[in-house]
């Protein structure tokens, strides 16, 4: 993970494509329990944030953040990831991974207008209507020769990487293929 010093040299671009150390110590340091904070289905919102109240003979009762108590069905209430993976780079690192906390760090990402955020191999991006500096020169510059974990997620950084593994003449794949091996 980059230093805020470290991102600098992205611009202005840079609060739109990481968090800043201090909101990564804040996150660290939230409190969270694990045995009772959930995602639950909703019919209005699809899923809320929720607190285990209470478990009984398959049903599960929570109450939700913004004050209502439901008894839902134990597959209606989904783990919630701790407060360190809020607004991710890259989903798969999470520890429960399922539509709710998917859903909800896109959504937290794109409210602090991070567009870009990688699920494995693949880059999701949600489109923000509007323009963003996280396309200036700069920014491309940064992204120049780095490889994919080395930097924010980012078109940039897929479309160099594909750039300089066509210049080698090998691909992603065999790229994390001959990672993978040197790993084990």
Not at 130 to 138: A, S
Not at 152 to 163: G, M, R
Request: some cysteine; proline content about 6%; overall charge negative.
């Amino acid at each position: 993970m980059s230093s805020d010093g470290e991102m600098a040299v992205f611009g202005p671009a840079a609060l739109f494509l990481r968090k800043s150390e201090k909101e990564r110590a804040e996150a660290q340091n939230r409190p969270f329990d694990s045995k009772t904070a959930c995602f639950v289905s909703d019919d209005k919102e699809l899923y809320v944030k929720a607190e285990i109240q209470e478990r009984t003979d398959g049903k599960i009762t929570v109450k939700t953040t913004d004050d209502r108590t439901l008894t839902v069905k134990e597959d209606q209430v989904f783990p919630m990831n701790p407060p360190k993976f809020d607004k991710i780079e890259d989903m798969v690192m999470m520890t429960h991974l399922h539509e709710p906390a998917v859903l909800f760090n896109l959504k937290e990402r794109y409210a602090a207008w991070m567009i870009y955020t990688y699920s494995g191999l693949f880059c999701v991006t949600v489109n923000p209507y509007k323009w963003l500096p996280v396309y200036n020169p700069e920014v491309v510059q940064a992204y120049r020769g780095k490889k994919r974990m080395e930097v924010p997620p980012h078109i940039f950084a897929l479309s160099d990487n594909a750039y300089q593994f066509m210049l080698t003449g090998t691909s992603a794949a065999d790229q994390t293929r001959s990672e993978s091996f040197l790993s084990e």
